[in-house]
């Protein structure tokens, strides 16, 4: 097997979380030009923090962690990495925190998981077919997060079962096991409770956020006139006064998700608002063959409306 990691210390970590492991090869992210055709389509969208492979570089689990809650509008800087996996048929674990303790600032004290992110997540299973598990990273009694060993339990028992899914039933019996197995179950349990006992007012994100207007074209001003191929349109309203990616790019794939019915065959049109970026501008940026902005931006979207003007996906 090889371990793929994105940090050399994160291979390491997850080398020791379980004894099929010992003996994996690690290796950090090739280039593009040797990848093989399944990696690739792992890292699609952005580098995940761990890809495990056989040795023939067939992927077998890929996996986000991070101590930074998921809160306000970063909460889709990860996700474009879970949905990738989920599209390549590929198992996902985001192993994180739902809630954390911020420090400094007038904003400082405890943050909570944006919960469109289980949303968008439990989406993109019902899409795509393949499990995306959340485990919670563990924090004590005031919200600090907890090193060492005992955060891992969890993630040790997820691998133990992995493993025995993996050999009954290869990567296919592993993907089908996982989304209906008991674990899945616990952990979905978990996500109910932090938001019965945590989470004010979760209704809040049953809607779209202040940025996503949804309806018709013809009922949106800055879509009149435009010719678009669906009776309802999600437009998604970027305020970048230049061209990035995070969390831009993996908040539009959660969008397309979680209202457009995912990647394709969309059951809404997903048109990217940029009222601070020319079309000159963008023309600029499209220039690079190496940027992940504009390709990302290019493949989720339908349409992009600029500060000066609109074009479809097929002029971007």
Not at 48 to 65: K, M
Not at 137 to 148: K, L
Not at 167 to 178: C, F, I, Y
Not at 228 to 233: A, D, F, G, I, V
Request: glycine share 8%; charged share 25%; hydrophobic share 40%.
């Amino acid at each position: 097997m090889r371990i793929y990691y994105d940090g050399y210390h994160e291979g390491v970590w997850f080398r020791d979380l379980h004894p099929r492991l010992a003996d994996a090869e690690l290796k950090p992210f090739p280039a593009a030009s040797q990848q093989s055709a399944g990696l690739a389509a792992v890292l699609a969208y952005d580098r995940p923090d761990i890809v495990l492979t056989e040795s023939d570089d067939t992927p077998l689990l890929s996996l986000e962690r991070t101590i930074e809650v998921p809160s306000g509008h970063n909460v889709g800087q990860r996700f474009a990495r879970l949905a990738a996996a989920a599209r390549a048929g590929v198992p996902a674990v985001y192993f994180g925190p739902y809630s954390a303790y911020k420090h400094g600032g007038v904003t400082r004290g405890p943050r909570y998981m944006n919960l469109r992110l289980f949303h968008a997540i439990d989406a993109t299973m019902r899409v795509e077919g393949a499990p995306i598990t959340t485990i919670r990273w563990p924090t004590d009694d005031d919200f600090e997060i907890i090193h060492g060993p005992t955060k891992d339990v969890r993630l040790r028992e997820y691998l133990r079962l992995f493993f025995d899914l993996l050999d009954r039933g290869g990567v296919g019996g592993a993907r089908e096991g996982l989304l209906t197995s008991e674990f899945e179950e616990q952990q979905e349990i978990e996500r109910q409770a932090f938001i019965d006992r945590e989470v004010r007012q979760p209704e809040q994100y049953d809607g779209p956020p202040p940025s996503v207007v949804i309806g018709h074209p013809n009922d949106i001003p800055a879509l009149r006139g435009i010719e678009l191929p669906t009776r309802e349109t999600v437009v998604y309203g970027v305020g970048m006064r230049y061209i990035r990616s995070d969390p831009y790019t993996g908040m539009a794939i959660l969008y397309a998700y979680l209202y457009c019915g995912g990647m394709e065959n969309r059951s809404r049109t997903l048109i990217l608002r940029f009222p601070e970026i020319s079309m000159a501008l963008w023309d600029v940026a499209a220039r690079s063959t190496r940027r992940k902005d504009v390709r990302l931006f290019r493949e989720v979207a339908d349409g992009i409306l600029f500060a000066d003007g609109f074009r479809a996906k097929r002029d971007l």
